[in-house]
């Protein structure tokens, strides 16, 4: 993977966002994450279903298909992950018992399927130790290689003693980046004790710090935003404020208000959600984000 790198989210649903193949997706995405896991009747068990309703919409989409386009973009350089979340991923690893049947389904399916890893993007709650149990045991399996992203939300994140950073932080040996969502959050504290609202530089800034300096390495920082304001319920900014954030924590250049007290020349890249409602939109994120992130030194 490039220094700094541009994650996109791809949806397997249609909610009026442009429906796409995985070839579709642009090049300058340099980790695509599979959008989403199902939980399974077994604790801890996920599986994946390829929708039938965006096979339809794109006359016809198979699964060998599917499988085709996610090794012919791992040939050209590109991860793809499955995401492990959302409306109908919502699973629960509590014990060993769970964490063994996660970290066997998940192997299971990125061998089915071709997927570099896996994205925690679990908004019910994560268990520290257990998923760290679980993700160490699936990337034993897995090998070098191995991708691990996360998508906490802003809450998630606040401190070092909550279960989400506490879980970046037990997985940081194998963690590749976390992009939390600076959206659909409202106003939250920065670094420097003060509250910063959501859809502004020093927000993205502000927050990143705190991961910064709690114990993340600066390239497993990533700044998640919103494709469009259609891709969220609120905390949209411009591409060109989140190219101005991402240049204020890697050089202290174009900062807003707030300008961290050290800079970050390593910091990891940003993600959106999603590939789909960028491409609605004319893909200002790969264009503008992705282009900028693959300009910086």
């Known amino acids: 993977l490039p220094k700094h790198i541009l994650t996109g989210y791809w949806q397997n649903f249609d909610n009026g966002a442009t429906v796409q193949r995985i070839s579709d997706v642009p090049a300058a995405y340099d980790v695509i994450s599979v959008s989403f896991a199902d939980a399974t009747s077994t604790p801890g068990g996920l599986s994946f279903t390829l929708d039938p309703t965006l096979s339809s919409h794109l006359g016809g989409y198979t699964d060998a298909q599917f499988k085709a386009d996610i090794a012919a973009k791992r040939a050209a350089g590109k991860r ?37 890893g896996i994205d925690i993007d679990l908004e019910n709650g994560v268990n520290s130790t257990y998923m760290a149990q679980a993700l160490h045991s699936l990337a034993a399996k897995a090998g070098s290689g191995f991708i691990l992203t996360m998508a906490p939300q802003t809450i998630d994140m ?7 950073f506490k879980l970046a932080l037990n997985v940081k040996d194998i963690l590749t980046i976390v992009n939390m969502q600076y959206y659909n959050s409202g106003a939250m504290n920065g670094c420097d004790g003060n509250v ?3 859809g502004t530089e020093n927000f ?22 919103p494709a469009s304001t259609s891709a969220a319920g609120g905390g949209y900014v411009d591409p060109g404020v989140v190219d101005n954030a991402l240049d204020c924590l890697a050089a202290g250049t174009n900062c807003g208000s707030y300008k961290p007290d050290t800079t970050w020349p390593g910091i990891g890249g940003a993600m959106t959600w999603s590939t789909n409602w960028d491409a609605k939109a004319g893909n200002p994120v790969a264009n503008t984000i992705g282009g900028h992130l693959h300009a910086m030194p």
């Not at 606040?158 to 989400?164: D, I, K």
């Open 158 to 164: 606040q401190s070092t003693g909550m279960e989400y």
């Open 196 to 198: 910063y609202s959501q």
């Open 80 to 116: 793809v992950v499955l995401s492990v979340g959302g409306q109908n991923g919502t699973v629960s690893v509590s014990d060993s018992t769970s964490a063994a049947n996660f970290a066997n389904s998940a192997w299971t399916l990125m061998q089915n399927y071709g997927f570099d």
């Open 204 to 225: 993205l800034t502000g927050l990143a710090c705190i991961q910064l300096k709690g114990g993340l390495r600066p390239d497993q920082v990533g700044l998640g935003v």
